[in-house]
């Protein structure tokens, strides 16, 4: 058999018990139906029924939350090295898995292969790197004064809200996940009701690795009700949302009555800024691999290619050839590059910009078709002849879509990087050092590349400003979220209190 006919047959034995049994809630280590009753999850190969899943509502997020809030206390008091153990035991169950997971993936979200077989073996990394901060986690400072010896430590808030978007979703569900329990929260989790399969994955593999019942909870649904219900809980002391900048908006409005802790990972519409400087090689990798990689369907994806005009007529040359030769198919073929975009409605999203593209007076260049209509896939898309106040290059379309823009001069440049109501990543292609630190002061945005895709290190802060989101994920930055300081301090003698109505 062909590497592809193997991936699917392993698959269908993987979606055999979920055709079966469907999905289900899991809360407090137990199976739960919905109380919506049933909704169906279909891959976007084929647009064919992978299964039920439940459909949960406020009630059933009401009873995850209790779960979790009666899971607490013992988890936050239980020794961090058991814990550090705990959360290695789901990393190494994770690896174990990682096949199984990259193939439910592929077929639930339309993710390729190539890409998601690795994504499982981040999410394993994700829980290994935070295990071993697990230790240190609570550690404060000494802070000391001429009368008082102050002394810091801090404390996980308690139940927290994570919610999780279908793109990659497997490794950015561990990605709030691992973090939180480190810190010693327990989790009630709503992934997207678009990609719930490997979620259900997830939950399976760490109570079998050994975290306690209550600890992790997952609750299928949709925003308007079981997400909302998460936002608005009183129980739940925070929300670690992924996903559309609206919704965020949305979600900071709907905890504000209960004083809601919110990180934020939103939307962008990042640009890459290529000089005639650059190495033009490494960097014509880079603008493709940042944009086209994940179906494009990635918040940190470079879809503004800023590139100087002394090389813009070679350097498009080049894309075109290349866009042009980006291979489509099926997701479980390792050779595939593209596969189809998640949902029918995304579908209609992101074609819906080959019209716009045309009414804005922009070239398409490459792409900007549909392949058959079996499942939503499109040929990845390059718009040239494009100015930056164009629909194209101003909101975020999320999928394998490249607008081009010309500049001059560095000032352009830059003007044109930060005219975005998004701020998440930037990228930046010049051998100028001088250049360079002069653009990065001045790009705003919350991570920026320099000569470089998108390389995550784990204990680096990620995310964005501006309408691309609130607060810091990675290392240290994660716990500060998840965890409250508490400050203590402890009297050095006797010294002089001020004495009131003692005449």
Request: glycine residues 8%; contains cysteine; charged residues 25%.
């Amino acid at each position: 058999m062909s590497a592809l006919e193997t991936n699917i047959e392993k698959l269908a034995g993987h979606l055999a018990r979920f055709k079966e049994t469907g999905i289900k809630n899991r809360v407090a280590g137990e199976d739960r139906d919905g109380s919506g009753g049933v909704f169906q999850t279909t891959s976007p190969v084929d647009k064919s029924v992978i299964c039920d899943v439940a459909h949960g509502t406020a009630a059933d997020i009401d009873t995850a939350t209790q779960a979790a809030h009666d899971a607490f206390p013992a988890w936050r008091d239980m020794p961090a090295t058991e814990r550090r153990r705990i959360l290695l035991n789901v990393a190494e169950a994770i690896e174990a898995r990682a096949e199984e997971i990259a193939l439910c993936e592929c077929w639930d979200t339309g993710q390729t292969w190539r890409f998601m077989s690795k994504a499982a073996l981040r999410g394993a990394e994700n829980f290994r790197f935070f295990a071993d901060q697990v230790v240190q986690a609570r550690d404060g400072q000494h802070l000391k004064s001429p009368t008082l010896m102050n002394v810091t430590s801090r404390v996980p808030l308690g139940p927290v809200g994570v919610i999780t978007p279908w793109n990659t979703p497997f490794m950015l569900s561990t990605w709030k996940i691992a973090p939180a329990l480190a810190a010693g929260c327990t989790v009630v989790h709503k992934p997207a009701e678009d990609s719930p399969l490997t979620a259900r994955l997830l939950v399976e593999i760490a109570e079998e690795a050994g975290l306690p019942k209550g600890v992790l909870n997952t609750v299928n649904g949709f925003g308007p009700d079981a997400g909302k219900a998460l936002c608005e809980h009183p129980k739940i002391k925070a929300i670690a949302f992924v996903g559309e900048s609206a919704t965020g908006s949305k979600i900071v409005k709907q905890g504000a009555d209960t004083h809601k802790r919110n990180h934020l990972e939103l939307g962008g519409k990042n640009p890459v800024v290529v000089f005639d400087d650059a190495d033009l090689d490494r960097a014509l990798d880079a603008v493709i691999f940042m944009i086209y990689s994940i179906n494009g369907e990635r918040c940190t994806s470079s879809s503004r290619l800023l590139v100087q005009d002394t090389i813009k007529e070679e350097f498009e040359a080049r894309l075109i050839e290349r866009v042009n030769n980006i291979k489509v198919g099926h997701p479980l073929d390792p050779a595939t590059e593209i596969g189809p975009l998640v949902t029918q409605e995304h579908y209609n999203k992101v074609t819906s910009y080959f019209d716009i593209a045309k009414d804005d007076g922009a070239t398409i260049a490459a792409g900007g078709v549909k392949i058959g209509d079996d499942g939503y896939f499109i040929r990845p898309t390059l718009f040239t002849n494009a100015t930056n106040d164009m629909r194209i290059a101003r909101e975020e379309i999320f999928g394998p879509v490249l607008t081009s823009i010309p500049f001059a001069t560095e000032e352009e440049a830059l003007q044109a990087a930060n005219d975005t109501e998004y701020g998440l990543t930037g990228y930046l292609w010049t051998n100028d050092l001088t250049r360079a630190l002069r653009m990065t002061e001045r790009m705003e945005a919350g991570m920026i590349w320099v000569n470089s895709e998108n390389v995550r290190h784990l204990p680096t802060p990620f995310g964005g400003v501006k309408a691309s989101g609130i607060g810091r994920d990675g290392g240290d930055w994660s716990f500060e979220f998840y965890m409250e300081q508490k400050h203590i301090g402890f009297a050095m003698g006797q010294h002089k209190i001020m004495q009131l109505g003692n005449s």
